[in-house]
Each structure stands twice: as structure tokens, then as C-alpha cells.
């Protein structure tokens, strides 16, 4: 493809999103909450749709499409898993997030365990954990575009050049006016990815295979290894489980659980984003069945999806890259702003509590090139399989699911038990992930999350209980049975 | 002694869907039904496809399974969310 093309629909839709966060803004008021939390003013529909953007990556028509491609039907049961727990978990959680940010003004969730178990270095340890693992899960956004573009140009624009676009976009537009231009452009790059991915699917199927009837006879008659479930077990526990809890456990989204305006918009957010979640996964997962059908012999399955743009005509396959730029940069750009906001709040605030509003503010503020600089450093180094990389991330995030689902469940939990369940665990599974020692067959996530929950219960059992905790559990609770008491 | 009390407390639930009462259905899924409810969900979801349907080499195998799956989840989600703590109001 020619790689003026690929510029002009770039900086074409960059204008677009450029305008819309313009737009956002006009309607940013002062202070911390404002720029990280959009002042917690966002309707269901916005709220929603920024979930959805900022859940759903490059990791889905880049990643996926090659777990696909390689290795059949698991890689739809990984993803769906993932669907299936968020939305259980967002059912239970979403309520008491919101209720307790609401009630405690809190802005990023590590605030909510420091104040929870009564312990300012909960919040920060909680904060680096956040920052460690979620550089490369940013990075794995920058490497989707970076090979995309490489492949889809044939090496015309290299990679780094794809990369460095993006961290630029991504920076500006969380930089220009927080929250409320993340979530703005994220709703009109969430509806970007679903037209052009679904526009792109019927054409393939249209084109190449006449119907998408006869699509699904093909890949039956010519494919069936793929639709027979080819995974180890242990690998697919391995990599499914950080995702179970991802809703919790990536700040970037548990944020998001902070922003709607009112509860029916929270309410609406779950709604908007399961439909969005459940006709992604599906698109994302046929594109790696009609890859494997019309480009067998791949030799990096992470190319599936840039050769199967090169089979399309240019507008449309323009328009594709377009929805996956959408989907690398919304989650990029929320992932970017969340860490800055962990940084203002649980680093700097918690250290230097007399901080006034607006340094607080400027550090957040100042980290976002910092944090940008290392994603593109870690995106030129370019290790591992994305799908393997992006799971890591997710994995090393799993040792704070005890500390947040005993923040509202477990009454006995303290401060000493996570910090050092988050400090043991997290050390642990990250020795596992870089040596790749895996006891026993299973995955360093499965022995993290164990020896993390072992931890935190055993170590919380022998030390004191914090003060308020019984106050805190039961004052989210109560108002969480209010709110289905006022249906009656 | 467990299983009879959460077994009478899913069929208070039950009664409680299906005449719209909803004023403590939060309480009564309780901690221990949500552990339940998910060690179901995850039984199913990990069980069914690698062990009944892993050599179905066709989209009504695992594919058709998972996808059934997610959509019931999303639909009961939903419903409990709407009855319990997401009014309008």
C-alpha cells in the first residue's frame, strides 16, 4: 500500500479526533478530580464507550487475530473468559467503586486501598506495581502500530516511525485536557473500531467467500483443526486468568468505575460495553479464521492481519488501519493518563501531603513525556509475542485482586498483609515471567495469584485490623442495598 | 449445613426475580453466593470446551459454547444489575 495514503487517513482522523478533544475542553473546570476524573460528569453512553475503547487494544485485531490465525477456537474461549468475568465482576464492583470514590473522593483506585487499610505506603506500593507492569502493556500498543504499519507498507514507513506518531497523539491528547478528551475521543475511536472492523468483515466475506454462510461452510470443511480446542489447559488458565480479573486489577479500566455522573449511568456504561465487548471479540476472531483460510503459512501470526489488509482494496484497508490506530491509541492515551494520575496522587500527595492542588497536579502533568519515552523505548526493543506480553502485564497486575476484592469483602484485611502479599507476590511472578520458569506446568499467573491470596490472608490474620475497616465495608454495603431498596 | 442455607437463600432470590421484590437481594447473594455463582461460571466455562466439546471441528462446538456462555452471563448481569443497585432513581 502506498505509504502517502497511509499519512494522509492518519493525520485525516487525527484532525477528527483533534477537533473532538478540542470540543472537550471548552468543559474542563479546575483541579485534580476535573482533569483526571472529568470532574465525575460523564454519561452512560461516553462512560461506556471509553470502557470499551480503553479495554479493547491493538492486542485485539492485531494480537487475537493472530492467536486465531495460529491457533484456533482457544484463543476465542481466552477472550470470551475475559468478557464473561468483567461483566460478573463489574455487576458485584462497579456499585461499590463508585460509591466509595463518591463518598472518600477518591481519583485513582491505589488511593482507595491506602485509605481502605489505613496505610499511605499501600498506595504507593499499589502505584509502582501499576506503573511496572503497565509500561509494556502500553508499549504492546505501540508495537501493534508499529508493525502494522511496516507490514501494511511494506517497510515504506518503518516501524518506529508508526510508533512515535502515535505516542505523540496519545501524549497530546491526554496532556491537553485529561479525562474529558480521553473519554471523548475514546467514544469516537470506539464507534471508529466497530465500523470499520464490521464494514471490513463483510467485505472479506462478501468478496472472498461469497456469503457469510458460505464463510462459515469453508472454514468447517477447510479448517477444522482450528475450530477443535488445540490449547494446553494449563496454558489457556495461564493466560485467561490475569483477564478474569482485569476489571479490577488494570487501573486504567477500574478508573473508569469512577466517572459516570450518576448510578443508571453506571449502570448503562455496563450495558453499552458487554454489547461492544461480545460483537468485538466475534469480528476479531473471524478475521483469524478467514486469515488462516486465505493466507495459510504465516510464518509471525501477528502478521495475519496486516497481509489480510494487503488483500483488500486501499480505502477499505485504509479504513481498517484507521480503526486499529483508534483502538491502540484510546487504550495508550488511557493507560498514560491513569499512570499520571497514580503519580499525582498516590505518589506525590500521599508523600508530601501538604501539596498544594496544583503542583499535584503538575506532577502528574510533567509524567506523561517521562512515561511516554519509556513505552517508546520498550517498543523499540520489541520483546515477545504481543498476546504472551500483553498477558503479563495482566499477570503481574493480578497480585493486587486479593487487596481489592478484600477492600469490600473482608472486613479483617489489613495493610500489612497486602503490602506484603503485593511486594512477595509481585516479585515472584515477575521472576517467573522473565526467567519463564513455570513449576509444575502452570503459568507464573496461577502460582502469583495463589501465593497472593496466601499471603495476604495469612499475614492479615497475625497483624492488627485497621481501625475503620469495619466502618468503611459496611457503610459501601449499606448504601449499595439502598440503592436496590429504592426500586421497591 | 452450608449448602442447605445457600440453597434457601437462591430459592428467597428466586422469588424474590420473579415478583420484582428486590430490597436485600444484594444481601442475599451474598459474598460466598457471588464465590459460588463464579466458581460455576468458571467450571463451565473451562470445563465444557476442553473436555466435552474439544474434538467438535465445527462452529457448534467450543465457539458456538463460549459464545452462549458470554451472552448469558451479560443477560443475567444485566437483570441482576437492573434489579438491584441500578435504578434510575
Known amino acids: 500500500m502506498n505509504s502517502l495514503y497511509v499519512w494522509i487517513s492518519l493525520f485525516s482522523w487525527i484532525g477528527v479526533a483533534t477537533a473532538i478533544a478540542y470540543l472537550a475542553k471548552r468543559g474542563l473546570g479546575e483541579g485534580v478530580t476535573e482533569y483526571f476524573l472529568g470532574g465525575r460528569r460523564l454519561g452512560g453512553f461516553i462512560s461506556g464507550m471509553t470502557y470499551s475503547a480503553t479495554t479493547y487494544s491493538a492486542f485485539m485485531l492485531v494480537g487475537l487475530v493472530g492467536l486465531t490465525y495460529e491457533s484456533g477456537v482457544g484463543a476465542l474461549g481466552f477472550e470470551m473468559t475475559y468478557l464473561t468475568f468483567t461483566v460478573f465482576l463489574l455487576a458485584i464492583f462497579a456499585p461499590r467503586f463508585w460509591i466509595a ?51 501494511l507498507t511494506g517497510g515504506e514507513i518503518p516501524y518506529m516511525a508508526g510508533v512515535i506518531v502515535m505516542a505523540v497523539f496519545a501524549g497530546f491528547s491526554a496532556l491537553w485536557a485529561g479525562m474529558r478528551s480521553v473519554s471523548w475521543t475514546d467514544a469516537f475511536q470506539a464507534l471508529t473500531m466497530l465500523t470499520t472492523s464490521l464494514f471490513a468483515l463483510f467485505y472479506l466475506f462478501y468478496h472472498f467467500f461469497g456469503s457469510p454462510v458460505s464463510f462459515f461452510r469453508t472454514i468447517s470443511l477447510e479448517n477444522t483443526e482450528l475450530l477443535k480446542l488445540s490449547w494446553d489447559p494449563r496454558l489457556f488458565i495461564g ?24 448510578i443508571s449511568s453506571l ?125 503479563m502485564a495482566s499477570g503481574g497486575l493480578l497480585v493486587t485482586a486479593p487487596a481489592l476484592i478484600g477492600a469490600f469483602f473482608w472486613k479483617r484485611g489489613t495493610g500489612v498483609g497486602v503490602l506484603s502479599s503485593m511486594v512477595v507476590g509481585g ?35 497475625f497483624t492488627t485490623r485497621p481501625r475503620k475497616s469495619e466502618k468503611f465495608v459496611e457503610s459501601i454495603n449499606s448504601e449499595v442495598k439502598a440503592l436496590g431498596a429504592k426500586r421497591d | 449445613m452450608i449448602i442447605p442455607e445457600i440453597l434457601s437463600k437462591y430459592s428467597n432470590l428466586m422469588y424474590n426475580f420473579r415478583n420484582h421484590k428486590t430490597e436485600g437481594v444484594i444481601f442475599l447473594l451474598n459474598k460466598f453466593s457471588y464465590l459460588l455463582v463464579g466458581l460455576v461460571i468458571a467450571a463451565l ?42 435504578s434510575k432513581r
Not at chain 1, 486465505?294 to 494487503?310: C, E, F, S, V
Not at chain 1, 506446568?441 to 499475614?459: E, K
Open chain 2, 45 to 86: 466455562d473451562f470445563f465444557v470446551p476442553f473436555y466435552a466439546l474439544k474434538d467438535v471441528g465445527s462452529f457448534l462446538g467450543s465457539y458456538l459454547f463460549w459464545s452462549v456462555l458470554t451472552l448469558t452471563v451479560i443477560v443475567f448481569g444485566v437483570l441482576y444489575v437492573d434489579r438491584t443497585w441500578g
Open chain 1, 267 to 391: 449502570k448503562r456504561m455496563i450495558v453499552y460495553f458487554s454489547v461492544f465487548g461480545f460483537i468485538y471479540t466475534i469480528i476479531s476472531t473471524l478475521f483469524g479464521f478467514q486469515a488462516a483460510n486465505l493466507l495459510p503459512g504465516l510464518t509471525n501470526p501477528d502478521k495475519a492481519m496486516p497481509a489480510l489488509l494487503t488483500k483488500i482494496p486501499t480505502a477499505l484497508g485504509l479504513v481498517i488501519f484507521i480503526g486499529i490506530f483508534a483502538a491502540a491509541t484510546s487504550t495508550l492515551g488511557s493507560v498514560i493518563l491513569t499512570l499520571s494520575s497514580a503519580v499525582s496522587r498516590d505518589v506525590a500527595k500521599a508523600l508530601v501531603p501538604h501539596i498544594s492542588e496544583r503542583n499535584e497536579l503538575l506532577a502528574g502533568k510533567v509524567f506523561i513525556p517521562v512515561l511516554l519515552g519509556a513505552t517508546v523505548l520498550f517498543a523499540w526493543l520489541q520483546p515477545g509475542l504481543i498476546a504472551v506480553l500483553s498477558s
Open chain 1, 427 to 461: 516479585v515472584i511472578t515477575g521472576l517467573m515471567y522473565a526467567t519463564g520458569y513455570k513449576p509444575l506446568g502452570w503459568w507464573p499467573s496461577v502460582w502469583g495469584l495463589g501465593i497472593t491470596s496466601l499471603i495476604f490472608v495469612t499475614v492479615s490474620i
Open chain 1, 239 to 262: 493466560l485467561a486468568l490475569p483477564w478474569a480479573f482485569f476489571a479490577l486489577t488494570n487501573p486504567q479500566v477500574s478508573q473508569r468505575m469512577f466517572i459516570p455522573d450518576r
Open chain 1, 101 to 151: 470514590s463518591n463518598k472518600y473522593d477518591f481519583v485513582t483506585p491505589a488511593e482507595l486501598l491506602s485509605t481502605r487499610y489505613e496505610s499511605k505506603w499501600v498506595g504507593v506500593v499499589a502505584a509502582l506495581v501499576f506503573l511496572v507492569m503497565l509500561v509494556p502493556y502500553a508499549a504492546v500498543q505501540l508495537m501493534g502500530i508499529g508493525f502494522l504499519v511496516e507490514g
